[in-house]
């Protein structure tokens, strides 16, 4: 009881009470169990269970553009990429992907003159981008740049790195929406890495049948999803314009403005 008095000295908090612990001995010597991984297909780099390799092309496209996929580091623990669908999709010299923030001429020296050649597109949307199919007028690309990351993930990546200023900057006409609707998109029109690529290859090679190929496992994938519990995800524009977003609004001003324009149709 408070203000009794035990008769013996005051062990104080530092002291623990008798007895302590003493139901946890033998947890430590209890065998740990190691959760294996499932085995992943080496094309597809999906699980084997539900490799999408009946969905890809038979052999790789012929392609005469190479694609160098730069890509967020973020982006390769997301189980849902379509990098390494687009990956299998074309042969291993025509798609390289680069994983990091920063890339310098001193660390990426092949990176550093792909860029500085004149016939090196980098796809980024933006006031000072040229719609893809205006840039082929004036010369034949035979590398595209794409950034691999959410919206602001590519942005820090193609503002903090000076050598992608130096290619010429395209955009993709804002023609179809994107199929990858098991993963929320900023507007109705934002694109996966892998539509991006589908489309400008498309437009690069003349040839459409590309797009559709491409986007073949893409299909595949987000209708096995589906079919297994995922759901569709509506863009932030979508959700805006209906009154269905229901996250709480955010607090930082930039961000609120943001979400502003997407409602009224302002590019962003």
């Known amino acids: 009881m408070e203000g009794s008095s035990s008769g013996g000295a005051d062990p104080g908090p530092a002291t623990a009470p008798s007895g302590e612990g003493e139901g946890c001995e033998g ?45 967020h580091p973020a982006e390769e623990s997301r189980v849902l990429r379509t990098v390494p669908l687009l990956a299998a999709c074309l042969p291993p010299d025509k798609c390289k992907i680069l994983v990091g923030r920063r890339f310098n001429e001193d660390r990426y020296p092949e990176l550093a003159t792909v860029c500085r050649n004149p016939n090196t597109l980098i796809l980024y ?49 804002p023609s179809i929406s994107s199929q990858y609707v098991i ?10 890495t892998l539509e991006c690529a589908a489309v400008a290859l498309s437009i690069l090679e003349k040839n459409k049948s590309i797009q559709e190929t ?35 609004m955010p607090k930082n001003k930039r961000k609120l403005r943001r979400m502003e324009l997407l409602v009224n149709n302002v590019k962003i």
């Not at 993963?183 to 996966?192: D, G, Y």
């Not at 595949?220 to 932030?236: T, V, W």
């Open 27 to 71: 947890l430590w010597e209890l065998p740990v169990e190691h959760c294996e991984r499932r085995p992943v297909c080496g094309r597809c780099s999906r699980p084997q269970k539900v490799c999408l390799c009946p969905f890809l092309p038979v052999h790789p496209l012929k392609v005469s553009t190479c694609l160098y996929i730069i890509q």
């Open 125 to 173: 949307p933006g006031a000072e981008a040229t719609n893809l199919e205006d840039a082929m007028m004036s010369s034949s690309p035979s590398v595209m740049i794409i950034i691999d990351g959410t919206w602001s993930q590519a942005k820090d990546i193609f503002y903090k790195n000076a050598l992608f200023r130096l290619p010429k900057q395209v955009q993709l006409k």
């Open 183 to 192: 993963r929320t998109q900023p507007t109705n029109t934002c694109l996966s």
């Open 214 to 248: 491409i986007l073949h496992p893409l299909q595949a994938l987000c209708s096995f999803q589906l079919q297994h519990g995922a759901q569709i995800h509506h863009s932030k524009e979508h959700l805006l314009k209906n009154g269905l977003y229901d996250k709480p």
